[in-house]
């Protein structure tokens, strides 16, 4: 059984052990150094926003964050989702997620965007599921430590339109409370 938490400054251990077990092709895909412990130490000080996904032992299988953008794009958030590579398709993920969209909802964002590589087409397609569509397709924007090339999608969720069907449903109220 998996838990969906906000992240706590104590799981600063866990997160780090969450990111070290990544393969070197995902850490390719991930733009902050996550390696780094004061990168760490940084996402547990401010944990708005942010949530982890524990295993029944009480390990951090998951990790994702709604990062608002400054400026003139402080109502657009920007998401993270990490993942253990052993706790893949079984839906922590799409837990994170939604928990994530629930939590931006709340606190007023109005866009969220996520940023993947084209070739996640697993991913892609969760996040289509979960209401994302297309913004952008960025052609070899993205350089692995091999120095391939990848192209890179930007998605995006628009809370306005997420709000306009829960008010057509009627349940904007219920989640609200």
Do not use: N
Request: aromatic share 4%.
């Amino acid at each position: 059984m998996t838990t969906i938490r906000s992240l706590v400054a104590t799981d600063a251990v866990g997160l780090a052990d969450l990111f070290a077990s990544l393969s070197e092709s995902d850490r390719t895909l991930i733009r902050e150094d996550l390696h780094d412990t004061s990168a760490v130490g940084r996402l547990v000080a401010h944990p708005d926003l942010h949530w982890v996904a524990t295993s029944d032992d009480g390990a951090l299988v998951g990790y994702c964050a709604i990062d608002r953008l400054p400026g003139w794009s402080d109502h657009v958030g920007e998401l993270r989702l990490v993942v253990r590579a052993s706790g893949r398709g079984a839906g922590i993920g799409r837990s994170l997620v939604r928990t994530a969209l629930l939590g931006a909802l709340s606190a007023g964002v109005g866009k969220v965007v996520v940023e993947l590589v084209a070739e996640q087409e697993p991913v892609l397609q969760m996040f289509s599921e979960l209401g994302f569509t297309g913004e952008a397709l960025l052609r070899d924007h993205i350089r692995d430590r091999d120095g391939r090339l990848h192209d890179l999608v930007m998605l995006a969720y628009l809370a306005r339109d997420a709000h306009e069907l829960l008010d057509t449903v009627g349940i904007t109220d219920a989640i609200q409370a």
